[in-house]
């Protein structure tokens, strides 16, 4: 019985979109099958806007946000390295190490990042701090297969209990178009941000592998 309620509630995830508002993911544990997969409005991007908001306590490397197409693993990853103040993105294979100010662990951290096809430019900000404008180059992304928790070495697999997340995720959203300073700082600042129209934590299409659970967000006391 206890099995079959859990198999009604992740097909519950993947069959509608919920509302996330006040809620976070938490990845309770270091596994490689702890995973949530997220189903994306559209299928071909020339551009990327993904911003998310985490805290974990992990000093190792690991993946915060995981694209991965048919043709590449890494379409786009946001992913932190061991170095204390360096995230690394990378964009149809290609990777950019950004540095970033005043990392820690433990504290929730808000990070966006940028990329356009047209002129080949990533960018990353981080607290609300942006960085410079670098150059990956790449071409269109099509067909993803998106998840949180993991990294995906192959196309929606390939999970190295070594690069795992653990702690919480909470407002994912992603855009097929990129988000001007003022409109991500006011996804910084919670204040009232048009959702992704790719992926909009508001109305999320999800699906929850392992040992994942749904949680309110931790609020501070007024």
């Known amino acids: ?20 508002s006040g809620k976070m993911f ?16 559209s299928r071909n991007f020339d551009a990327v806007t993904v911003c998310l908001r985490s805290i974990t306590d992990l000093s190792r490397n690991h993946a915060l946000f995981s694209l991965a197409t048919k043709f590449v693993s890494n379409g786009f990853l946001i992913f932190k390295s061991p170095t204390e103040d360096v995230i ?3 964009v149809n294979g290609k990777s950019i190490n950004f540095e970033v100010q005043d990392y820690k662990r433990n504290v929730w951290h808000t990070t966006c990042s940028t ?3 047209a002129s ?10 942006p960085s410079i404008r670098k150059f990956t180059g790449g071409s269109n992304i099509t067909e993803p297969s998106v998840i949180l928790g993991q990294e995906q070495d192959t196309f929606g697999g390939g999970f190295d209990v070594k690069q795992c997340f653990t702690g919480m995720i909470s407002n994912v959203h992603m855009w097929d178009y990129i988000l001007s300073p003022c409109e991500i700082q006011r996804y910084v600042d919670n204040l009232n941000f048009t959702p992704g129209n790719v992926l909009n934590w508001r109305a999320l299409n999800f699906q929850i592998g392992g040992r994942v659970l749904i949680e309110h967000e931790q609020l501070p006391c007024l």
């Open 1 to 20: 019985m206890a099995c079959l309620l859990l198999l009604m509630m992740l097909t519950a995830c993947a069959a509608s979109p919920q509302d996330l």
């Open 26 to 41: 938490t990845f309770p544990e270091e596994t490689k099958t702890a995973n949530v997969r997220l189903m994306t409005a």
């Open 88 to 90: 690394t993105l990378i």
């Open 115 to 117: 990329w356009d096809s």
């Open 120 to 129: 080949g430019l990533v960018q990353l900000w981080f607290d609300g701090k």
